[in-house]
């Protein structure tokens, strides 16, 4: 499950941004997941803590792991935005992360089922199928 430990490269999930790192305050969308602030100078370690790393070790799970990244960043972003409606920059790259979460979300549905009610696929109603993504399989945290 998600919390195991295993040998996956955790940032190897997004495919690199050519233009990522020309802004050094905003991180990329999974290590402001995992920071739980998409901005650099604003994480501040609580006592020297760091953050707990997590390890998807299924497909699912990896899938799955990329759209709460990429959501994370979204609101974090939004939250910016309403203070600073002015940066295009930041806009630009909210854009960009709703279109690539909207897209992987597609995925993941026609892949695994819906992520939401109001997301049901098919001819058939299938949201009480089983497993549902935040389910508990193994004794493992999932979500």
């Avoid at 802004?23 to 997941?33: A, R």
């Avoid at 990429?70 to 630009?92: R, T, W």
């Amino acid at each position: 499950m998600l919390f195991e430990d295993n040998d996956f490269d955790v940032m190897s999930l997004f495919v690199s941004d050519p233009n990522f790192g020309r802004d050094n305050k905003v991180l990329s969308p999974m290590e402001g997941f995992l920071r739980g602030n998409m901005f650099k100078d604003e994480y501040k370690p609580y006592k020297n803590l760091t953050y707990f790393k997590l390890n998807p070790t299924t497909e699912k799970e990896k899938d799955l792991y990329k759209i709460m990244a990429l959501a994370f960043a979204i609101n974090d972003l939004n939250l910016y935005l309403d203070l600073h409606p002015e940066n295009n920059e930041m806009f630009d790259l909210f854009k960009k992360y709703v279109i690539e979460e909207k897209n992987l979300k597609r995925e993941y549905e026609k892949k695994y089922g819906p992520l939401s009610l109001t997301h049901t696929t098919g001819n058939k109603y299938d949201w009480i199928n089983d497993p549902w993504p935040w389910d508990n399989k193994g004794g493992s945290m999932y979500v």
